[in-house]
Protein backbone atom coordinates (compact mmCIF):
# COMPACT_ATOMS: atom_id res chain seq x y z
CA UNK A 1 0.00 0.00 0.00
CA UNK A 2 1.31 3.65 -0.53
CA UNK A 3 -0.23 6.78 0.80
CA UNK A 4 0.04 10.05 -1.17
CA UNK A 5 0.27 13.54 -0.41
CA UNK A 6 0.02 16.22 -2.85
CA UNK A 7 1.55 19.90 -2.77
CA UNK A 8 2.08 22.68 -4.76
CA UNK A 9 -1.55 24.01 -5.90
CA UNK A 10 -2.17 27.87 -5.75
CA UNK A 11 -3.76 30.72 -7.52
CA UNK A 12 -2.30 32.11 -10.52
CA UNK A 13 -2.91 34.45 -13.69
CA UNK A 14 -3.75 32.76 -17.01
CA UNK A 15 -0.28 32.10 -18.72
CA UNK A 16 1.68 31.48 -15.55
CA UNK A 17 3.45 28.68 -14.70
CA UNK A 18 2.92 26.04 -11.57
CA UNK A 19 4.50 22.57 -10.52
CA UNK A 20 2.70 20.29 -8.61
CA UNK A 21 4.43 17.51 -6.56
CA UNK A 22 3.11 14.33 -4.82
CA UNK A 23 5.46 12.12 -2.35
CA UNK A 24 3.94 9.06 -1.67
CA UNK A 25 4.74 6.88 1.23
CA UNK A 26 6.50 3.23 1.49
CA UNK A 27 9.52 1.50 -0.26
CA UNK A 28 8.03 0.08 -2.90
CA UNK A 29 6.68 3.73 -4.94
CA UNK A 30 8.64 2.48 -8.41
CA UNK A 31 7.06 -0.43 -9.06
CA UNK A 32 3.53 2.09 -9.03
CA UNK A 33 2.34 3.07 -12.69
CA UNK A 34 1.74 6.80 -11.02
CA UNK A 35 -0.80 9.34 -12.79
CA UNK A 36 -2.50 12.69 -12.09
CA UNK A 37 -6.13 13.31 -12.56
CA UNK A 38 -8.35 16.43 -11.74
CA UNK A 39 -11.82 17.69 -10.69
CA UNK A 40 -13.12 20.46 -11.51
CA UNK A 41 -16.58 21.95 -10.29
CA UNK A 42 -19.43 20.09 -11.16
CA UNK A 43 -17.69 18.44 -13.62
CA UNK A 44 -16.48 14.38 -13.58
CA UNK A 45 -12.84 13.56 -12.53
CA UNK A 46 -10.81 13.55 -15.63
CA UNK A 47 -7.63 12.18 -16.46
CA UNK A 48 -4.55 14.38 -16.89
CA UNK A 49 -1.31 12.39 -17.60
CA UNK A 50 0.52 9.62 -16.03
CA UNK A 51 3.92 7.89 -16.32
CA UNK A 52 5.22 4.58 -16.29
CA UNK A 53 7.04 2.97 -13.50
CA UNK A 54 10.35 3.79 -14.46
CA UNK A 55 9.95 7.34 -16.03
CA UNK A 56 10.47 6.17 -19.93
CA UNK A 57 6.62 6.12 -20.88
CA UNK A 58 4.30 9.07 -20.34
CA UNK A 59 0.82 10.12 -21.59
CA UNK A 60 -1.29 13.21 -21.64
CA UNK A 61 -4.59 14.46 -22.02
CA UNK A 62 -5.14 16.24 -25.41
CA UNK A 63 -6.46 18.93 -23.37
CA UNK A 64 -3.04 19.75 -21.76
CA UNK A 65 -0.45 17.77 -24.22
CA UNK A 66 2.39 20.36 -24.84
CA UNK A 67 1.75 22.25 -21.89
CA UNK A 68 2.03 19.78 -19.13
CA UNK A 69 4.99 17.71 -18.51
CA UNK A 70 5.05 14.87 -15.94
CA UNK A 71 8.23 13.39 -14.31
CA UNK A 72 9.20 11.04 -11.25
CA UNK A 73 12.36 11.00 -9.06
CA UNK A 74 12.02 6.84 -7.48
CA UNK A 75 14.86 7.78 -5.28
CA UNK A 76 12.61 10.68 -3.68
CA UNK A 77 9.47 8.98 -3.71
CA UNK A 78 8.13 11.65 -5.69
CA UNK A 79 6.08 12.79 -8.75
CA UNK A 80 5.70 16.04 -10.24
CA UNK A 81 3.65 17.73 -12.79
CA UNK A 82 5.20 20.74 -14.40
CA UNK A 83 1.94 23.16 -15.79
CA UNK A 84 2.50 26.27 -18.34
CA UNK A 85 0.93 27.95 -20.14
CA UNK A 86 -2.03 28.03 -17.58
CA UNK A 87 -5.96 28.53 -18.84
CA UNK A 88 -9.09 29.04 -17.09
CA UNK A 89 -10.08 25.56 -17.60
CA UNK A 90 -7.39 24.18 -16.30
CA UNK A 91 -9.34 25.10 -12.60
CA UNK A 92 -9.64 22.02 -10.54
CA UNK A 93 -8.74 19.87 -7.33
CA UNK A 94 -5.68 17.74 -8.97
CA UNK A 95 -5.39 14.57 -7.80
CA UNK A 96 -2.49 12.46 -7.60
CA UNK A 97 -3.04 8.43 -7.81
CA UNK A 98 -0.90 4.67 -8.39
CA UNK A 99 -1.73 1.71 -9.80
CA UNK A 100 0.41 -1.75 -9.53
CA UNK A 101 -1.82 -3.31 -12.12
CA UNK A 102 -2.21 -1.70 -15.20
CA UNK A 103 -3.98 1.33 -14.70
CA UNK A 104 -6.24 0.14 -11.85
CA UNK A 105 -5.40 3.57 -10.13
CA UNK A 106 -6.33 2.53 -6.31
CA UNK A 107 -4.39 4.54 -4.53
CA UNK A 108 -5.41 8.16 -3.94
CA UNK A 109 -3.85 11.51 -2.33
CA UNK A 110 -6.48 14.20 -1.01
CA UNK A 111 -5.85 16.67 -3.97
CA UNK A 112 -4.33 20.28 -4.11
CA UNK A 113 -6.80 22.94 -5.55
CA UNK A 114 -5.79 24.63 -8.84
CA UNK A 115 -6.93 28.26 -9.55
CA UNK A 116 -6.59 29.82 -12.90
CA UNK A 117 -7.75 33.21 -13.28
CA UNK A 118 -8.15 35.19 -16.69
Known amino acids: QVQLVESGGGLVQAGDSLRLSCVAS????????MGWFRQAPGKEREFVAD????????SYADSVKGRFTISRDNAKNTMYLQMSSLKPEDTAVYYC???????????WGQGTQVTVSS
Open 26 to 33: GRTFSSYR
Open 51 to 58: ISWSGAST
Open 97 to 107: AAANNGRDYRY
